[in-house]
T-cell receptor, first 112, second 110 residues
Framework: SQTIHQWPATLVQPVGSPLSLECTVE??????LYWYRQAAGRGLQLLFY??????ISSEVPQNLSASRPQDRQFILSSKKLLLSDSGFYLC???????????FGQGTRLTVV | RKEVEQDPGPFNVPEGATVAFNCTYS??????FFWYRQDCRKEPKLLMS???SGNEDGRFTAQLNRASQYISLLIRDSKLSDSATYLC???????????FGQGTRLTINP
């Protein structure tokens, strides 16, 4: 069966520090991969999605970037964190189009 | 206008009641639709897909109205464990993107 791993679960980082969040999927090939952010008490905002290795679509201009170096690996990065980057970051995968997505357990990031 | 809109609630209903949520979407080319459930400080989990003809899963019924561009979720005989935030989700952008509504918060009271 397919599983998705996301780490770390919790992260506290100072303003101006770099960020790297990693997400990996097991048990499937060529998944669509997504990064979402959820601010406290708010809905999910799509940040990036990828339909294949090296293919990244960005949804909103921001302080973040994403990369997909391997088929089942999706990385969210920042060179310098801002206070406004705090939130709950969720990685998700789906197969093909018109199918549901499955989420990792999320990383709760607090920028101080 | 947001691509997917939901009434954020909160909805507070007594145990055993029937409760319904609606969600509207703006992109008429949207191709598939889902309801997710999110518990506090947890990741969203798929509750059910929404099919054109409507579908039922136990106490939960989902319906799609393409003409009016809305989907609905009906929960019958609500349980305390149904307390959660319910997220409406629409596939758009060539079906590559999953767009979430802001969620409707539901609390079932004993």
């Amino acid at each position: 069966s397919q599983t998705i791993h996301q780490w770390p679960a919790t992260l506290v980082q100072p303003v101006g520090s770099p960020l790297s969040l990693e997400c990996t999927v097991e048990g499937t090939s060529n998944p669509n991969l997504y990064w979402y952010r959820q601010a406290a008490g708010r809905g999910l905002q799509l940040l990036f999605y990828s339909v294949g290795i090296g293919q990244i679509s960005s949804e909103v201009p921001q302080n973040l970037s994403a990369s997909r170096p391997q088929d089942r690996q999706f990385i969210l990065s920042s060179k310098k964190l801002l206070l406004s980057d705090s939130g709950f970051y969720l990685c998700a995968w789906s197969l093909g189009f018109n199918t549901e997505a499955f989420f990792g357990q999320g990383t709760r990031l607090t920028v101080v | 206008r947001k691509e997917v809109e939901q009434d954020p609630g909160p909805f507070n209903v007594p145990e055993g009641a029937t409760v319904a949520f609606n969600c509207t979407y703006s992109n008429s080319a949207s191709q598939s639709f889902f309801w997710y459930r999110q518990d506090c400080r947890k990741e969203p989990k798929l509750l059910m897909s929404v099919y054109s003809s409507g579908n039922e899963d136990g106490r939960f019924t989902a319906q799609l109205n393409r003409a009016s561009q809305y989907i609905s979720l009906l929960i019958r005989d609500s349980k305390l464990s149904d307390s959660a935030t319910y997220l409406c989700v629409v596939r758009s952008g060539g079906a590559q993107k999953l767009v979430f509504g802001q969620g409707t918060r539901l609390t079932i009271n004993p």
